[in-house]
């Protein structure tokens, strides 16, 4: 009997240290692996795909890098395998029309170049070396050549004596008080004892030596810096030779923003600004039009005052136009549209889906517009058929297709689910289940124990129905309380479901840690249509904290949550919301703000995200109906009610939102004597827990978690 009270012991510990070996780890994020951009080859039988892993950095010791390589897999064997590898990531990877060439973009010491890998075997090489780098290229119909892009400054175009020979300048005034474009192309020798123009040489020498930085543009704040280069998107083509320098399709100063070739590699669909005389950062409406490269002369095909087109897509024939049609200020719902291309022709259909639309495909005989939108949490995949106009959803909004192609109904697609962050999958019309093509992250996963979110809805005081997810801890006992963690999504036009991926890891960490989870896509949020999103107009505090909440009170009604170990967090707009939240609210127990606006007249100046002031609150912080609006919706202007403890985060490049809103949320929470303890990440930006340093992802969900025990435990 003692010998079999033994074995059974042994084996409960067994058992034991083995569940806990099984929970999702905070280590476990780099393990995670992406899958990206799927592409059938010309003839259906191969595809290609990138793969974004996270590995030692070989160079710096204790860090850890992304690296993205292309993949190449075989449709009968369902098999794959890496065609590039090391310290260089690609991107961009597309086949060439008769499927021999596959294209990718790779740097070349600071720039990306073109690069083309054989099908027939050997290694990828350079076809282009050009010194503005290369972006987002496309096969020529023929496949002769390919177009790419280029983000040009434009003091350096007007000196460019490659590209810019007959001396161009912009249409638009510099905004430097009497100076003109001239001034740039004068060669003078830099003297600052010397006359007036060789005083400005000498200035100008040091703007481009990095010793000054002159502002006269309105949008001079990027993601980590601020800058006074103005540029503008080049578009060019290269010969698949490589023989020849690309050749610059259009002026660059006529501000091109998309172009899309139509045919024959001479004629093209282009978006351009409708007024060309003002500055860049003051004409946010534009058109489409066609564009011959013969004459350089532009024919408008759609316009429409206050409107601003994007995302163009020319059908493979060039029978057909879609593109998003967007309201230039307020809420951010772009319309879907296609419109007849043929001569003489009159189309024009809106998609009849009230979301955002996040990519599309043309099938082959033009009949069908495939394409992925945002809806109620997940990321499905959908056929338009245009002659019928009929609308069909081809898989569910409990999962995300987030990369997919289409060829002769079959589709190949990364998809995230609530079981697995990332895989690539088939699947055809006649069999629409998915086969797992790859197993990157299913391999790891196999023995984990994960906490599956329950979906559910209520009606806000709106009228709107509101959906949000309950996640119960890893290991969950029916006869046990816990403590509940409310996640906030920013945007504030984000959505969060099962179907989007960037809170995979950090949602079960928590679970895994014996938390439960509650999170919502409370008024506001994309997903749900332009009324939805609306719906949060000067209206960024109280309406969604009331959705929020409600979802917190229905995910307490289960009856397990410990209501005195409420916590909250969020990042960016969600920063904003957890704040006002507690300036309003003393039921959390303690509470992580990260990255966010607390001053709503300050961001205005200091985020680069500022036109999020006049589109949601009507107006400018000197307008006196509207800065009592930004003053009402303001955390900082309660912030004296706050008593919940809270730790608050800001990446020390982050400019979208700008480190003032934390530094001053901060002090004036010490200055109150709260409990409170600021971190900042030295050199990250805004993007540091999606894409930023690695170890710092690591440290800021970590040093959340600490912060919570302190108080929880």
Known sequence: MKHLLTIVVVILVCFSASSQTKKIELTDLLKIKTVSQPKFSPDGKKYIYLLKSIVEDPDRKGEFAYQNHLYLGDLASKESRALTSGKMSVSSASWSPNGQFISFVRLVGDKPQLFLLPISGGEAYPITTISYGVGAP?????????????????????VDTVYNKSALQPSWTQEKPAYDWSIFQKKMKANPDGNIEEIRAYLFQNEKDKKAKVINQLDFQEES??????????????SILGNSKPELLVNPFRRVDEMKELKSGQTFVVCIPADTLRHPDKVLDNTIAIYDATTKSFQTLVEKPGYRYSNISVSPNGKYLAFFELKVGGIPSPVAKII?????AYYQKIIPLDRILTQWSWSKDESTLYFTAQDHGGVPLYEYDIAKGKLTALSSIEEGVLGFDQMDGQFIYAKTKITNPSELYFS????????????????????????????????????LLVDYWVMKPVNFQSDKKYPLLVEIHGGPTAMWGTGEASMWHEFQYFAAKGYGIVYSNPRGSGGYGTEFMGANVKDWGQGPMSDVMKALDLGI???????TKLVVTGGSYAGYLVTYMIGHTNRFKVACSQRGVYELSTFFGEGNAWRLVPNYFGGYPWEKQARSILDKESPLSYVQNIRTPLIIFHGEQDLRTGVIQSEMLYKSLKVLGRDVEYVRHPGATHEITRSGNNRQRLDQMLRTYEFFERYLR
């Open 340 to 344: 007849a291309l043929s001569p003489g």
């Open 225 to 238: 810096t601020t800058s006074g280069e103005l540029t503008v998107t080049a578009f060019f083509k290269t």
């Open 138 to 158: 496309e096969w020529s119909k023929d496949g002769s050549s390919l177009y790419f892009s280029s983000e040009l400054s434009v003091k350096d175009f007007l």
């Open 557 to 563: 009604s289960e009856g397990w949550a410990d209501t």
């Open 428 to 463: 055809s019309k006649s069999n629409p289940v998915d086969m797992a093509l790859t197993q990157f992250n299913t391999v790891w996963l196999k023995d984990k124990v994960l906490s599956l979110a329950s979906k559910k809805t209520f009606k806000n005081n709106k009228g």
